[in-house]
């Protein structure tokens, strides 16, 4: 059974750009959720999508966005990038609300 | 709002020592998950531990969680270069319908001859 797959595994982009990251759950799971990882601020939780409704937020500004497909397949966006969003981003896949939680490898995303 | 806490935060040891880590989080909980962090890796999933208390044991590592009390530990026993990395705790939020995960900070661990 394939894992979480994340795509691209690493990204350098330039400050004011945008990027989008991908997120393909294990199959037959339906909650995506997407944390960043930081030096400075330890693992965040971003936002969680399950049935292609966003079910949860974090404390992230609108410049972060994401959403899901009817394949549960997850992007997330970030626009007008800063130096500060350079991070380990990290999808997880849930086979339903409220049950085990399986981590892809991640997108290293550096903002030059 | 959901908080948990590890420490120690740092953890030198010599190889052949036993240690201990604690997680302590502010709320009920359905699971709480120890993963390893090697450098510039992902998370590596170690022990989900339900809220029944049970005892997991993988080679070198023990988890127990202390459902009443907030609090889980992993112990270390006979350290091995090998096991340095950095482990996370993690909580969901019990009954709380989703799937979100809130983090300790981690401890890194450090395993010297």
């Known amino acids: 059974k394939a894992g979480v797959t994340q795509t691209p595994r690493y990204l350098i982009k330039t400050r004011g750009q945008q990027v989008t990251l991908s997120c393909s759950p294990i199959s037959g799971h339906r909650s995506v959720s997407w944390y960043q990882q930081t030096p400075g601020q330890g693992l965040q939780f971003l936002f969680e999508?399950?049935?292609?409704?966003?079910?949860n937020k974090g404390n992230f500004p609108g410049r972060f966005s994401g959403r899901q497909f009817s394949n549960s397949r997850s992007e997330m966006n970030v626009s007008t990038l800063e130096l500060g969003d350079s991070a380990l981003y990290l999808c997880?896949?849930?086979?339903?609300?409220?049950?085990?939680?399986?981590f892809g490898q991640g997108t290293r995303l550096t903002v030059v | 709002e959901l908080k948990v806490e590890q420490n120690p935060l740092f953890l030198s040891m010599q190889e052949g020592k036993n240690y201990t880590i604690y997680c302590n989080y502010s709320?009920?909980?359905?699971?709480l998950y120890w993963y390893r962090q090697d450098p510039g890796k992902s998370l590596e999933s170690l022990f989900v531990l339900l809220s029944n208390g049970a005892v997991k044991q993988e080679g070198r590592l023990m988890a127990s969680r202390d459902t009443k009390a907030r609090l889980s530990t992993l112990h270390i026993t006979a350290a091995v270069h090998d096991l340095s990395a950095t482990y996370f705790c993690?909580?969901?939020?019990?009954?709380?319908?989703?799937?979100?995960?809130?983090f300790g900070k981690g401890t890194m661990l450090l395993v010297s001859p």
């Open positions: 999508y399950f049935s292609e409704t966003q079910r």
């Open positions: 997880a896949s849930s086979a339903d609300l409220n049950t085990e939680a399986f």
């Open positions: 709320t009920t909980s359905d699971r």
């Open positions: 993690a909580v969901d939020g019990a009954g709380s319908g989703y799937s979100t995960l809130t």
